[in-house]
């Protein structure tokens, strides 16, 4: 027995997406339903919606940044029970069997992680993401959303922070630590937040000075506009051990990986619409890197939701209700939003 409940779908790559019904399953042993409150906009949602990835199966429900209440448990749930404030972030399952699912990279599974959305379970469903007033997960992949975070700011977290988080730890962001982040979006308005938090000393590279002030409010030490301003380049040469790249362009990377120090790494955390192109003299000075991230395990994604709650950590929102998903859309694709936007599901009702 399914379930019926209101969703924002995307029903084609170029029509507006559309308010409509959709059907969740049936609650299994080990299940949780929970009544979203609150989904952020992820521009990879903007990605899928329009099919610039290619792969997308239509209609589909957006949405990885989910944030509610538990509604109902399985009869073997034990981690969650009725009233519990929690998240699902951008998959539901993985085989657990694996090398990575074992070592808590469950995003790396060999078999194949289950998205959010637009993706299919091992069942044969297909999944439908967080635009919508409630959503079935297996219990192993519903995280705690601390009382120190409401729940509207922590949704984004659940995406933007993990998608941040997960770098800085691996490549050792903390005290005596030079780093920098690109870009002051979505994604690096919570990395210069956790960076700092970690004890890094915070360097950010934007475009434009139009964001200095929030930069330096949110926790960067240094803030420099890169756009016609080749000079940065050269003030900041072999500066850095860490840089996180958070946009979805094509940068001139062997200028960015020019700024790193001795055993610096640079991290794509973008996915732009060219191939990265770079020099090999760019990494061998320096013995430098190019690396990638993707997201978090489940029990690194607990940690950051905690870590944030204890150091004051949200993302910055505009609210918006269901009908303006298409504005946002397009809002978002123009930079035109100081940080997320995060739907209202209330306003499907």
């Given at each position: 027995?399914?379930?019926?409940?209101?969703?924002?779908?995307?029903?084609?790559?170029?029509?507006?997406?559309?308010?409509?019904?959709?059907?969740?399953?049936?609650?299994?042993?080990?299940?949780?339903r929970?009544?979203?409150?609150?989904?952020?906009?992820?521009?990879?949602?903007?990605?899928?919606?329009?099919?610039?990835?290619?792969?997308?199966?239509?209609?589909?429900?957006?949405?990885?940044?989910?944030?509610?209440?538990?509604?109902?448990?399985?009869?073997?749930?034990?981690?969650?029970?009725?009233?519990?404030?929690?998240?699902?972030?951008?998959?539901v399952?993985?085989?657990?069997?694996?090398?990575?699912?074992?070592?808590?990279?469950?995003?790396?599974?060999?078999?194949?992680?289950?998205?959010?959305?637009?993706?299919?379970?091992?069942?044969?469903?297909?999944?439908?993401?967080?635009?919508?007033?409630?959503?079935?997960?297996?219990?192993?992949?519903?995280l705690?959303?601390?009382?120190?975070?409401?729940?509207?700011?922590?949704?984004?977290?659940?995406?933007?922070?993990?998608?941040?988080y997960?770098?800085?730890?691996?490549?050792?962001?903390?005290?005596?630590?030079?780093?920098?982040?690109?870009?002051?979006?979505?994604?690096?308005?919570?990395?210069?937040?956790?960076?700092?938090?970690?004890?890094?000393?915070?360097?950010?590279?934007?475009?434009?000075?139009?964001?200095?002030?929030?930069?330096?409010?949110?926790?960067?030490?240094?803030?420099?506009?890169?756009?016609?301003n080749?000079?940065?380049?050269?003030?900041?040469?072999?500066?850095?051990?860490?840089?996180?790249n958070?946009?979805?362009?094509?940068?001139?990377?062997?200028?960015?990986?020019?700024?790193?120090a001795?055993?610096?790494?640079?991290?794509?955390l973008?996915?732009?619409?060219?191939?990265?192109?770079?020099?090999?003299?760019?990494?061998?000075?320096?013995?430098r890197?190019?690396?990638?991230s993707?997201?978090?395990?489940?029990?690194?994604?607990?940690?950051m939701?905690?870590?944030?709650?204890?150091?004051?950590?949200?993302?910055?929102?505009?609210?918006?209700?269901?009908?303006?998903?298409?504005?946002?859309?397009?809002?978002?694709?123009?930079?035109?939003?100081?940080?997320?936007?995060?739907?209202?599901?209330?306003?499907?009702?």
């Amino acid at each position: 027995m399914t379930t019926t409940v209101n969703a924002v779908a995307a029903v084609s790559a170029t029509d507006p997406l559309e308010i409509t019904t959709i059907e969740r399953r049936d609650l299994g042993p080990k299940d949780i339903r929970i009544d979203i409150k609150y989904a952020g906009i992820c521009h990879s949602d903007i990605h899928t919606a329009r099919n610039e990835w290619k792969g997308t199966k239509y209609p589909v429900v957006p949405g990885h940044e989910i944030a509610g209440v538990v509604a109902e448990v399985g009869s073997e749930v034990t981690l969650h029970k009725v009233g519990d404030r929690v998240g699902v972030g951008c998959f539901v399952d993985s085989c657990g069997e694996c090398a990575p699912c074992k070592n808590g990279d469950e995003q790396y599974c060999e078999k194949g992680v289950v998205q959010t959305y637009n993706s299919t379970t091992y069942e044969g469903e297909f999944t439908h993401g967080g635009y919508s007033q409630q959503v079935v997960v297996t219990e192993k992949f519903v995280l705690k959303i601390p009382d120190g975070i409401e729940l509207d700011v922590a949704a984004p977290l659940l995406c933007a922070g993990i998608t941040l988080y997960a770098p800085l730890k691996h490549w050792g962001a903390g005290p005596g630590k030079q780093v920098a982040i690109i870009g002051m979006g979505g994604l690096g308005h919570v990395g210069v937040k956790i960076a700092h938090a970690l004890g890094a000393e915070v360097t950010v590279l934007s475009q434009t000075l139009s964001k200095e002030e929030d930069g330096k409010k949110f926790g960067a030490d240094h803030y420099y506009a890169t756009k016609d301003n080749d000079s940065v380049f050269d003030d900041l040469a072999n500066r850095f051990d860490l840089i996180i790249n958070t946009v979805s362009v094509n940068l001139p990377l062997d200028k960015y990986i020019g700024m790193l120090a001795v055993d610096g790494t640079i991290v794509e955390l973008g996915v732009p619409e060219n191939a990265l192109e770079v020099a090999a003299f760019s990494l061998l000075t320096n013995r430098r890197s190019l690396a990638g991230s993707m997201v978090g395990g489940i029990a690194l994604t607990q940690e950051m939701l905690d870590f944030c709650a204890e150091h004051d950590i949200a993302a910055e929102i505009e609210t918006i209700n269901a009908d303006q998903v298409n504005e946002a859309y397009d809002r978002a694709v123009a930079s035109d939003v100081r940080y997320r936007f995060v739907i209202d599901t209330a306003s499907l009702a």
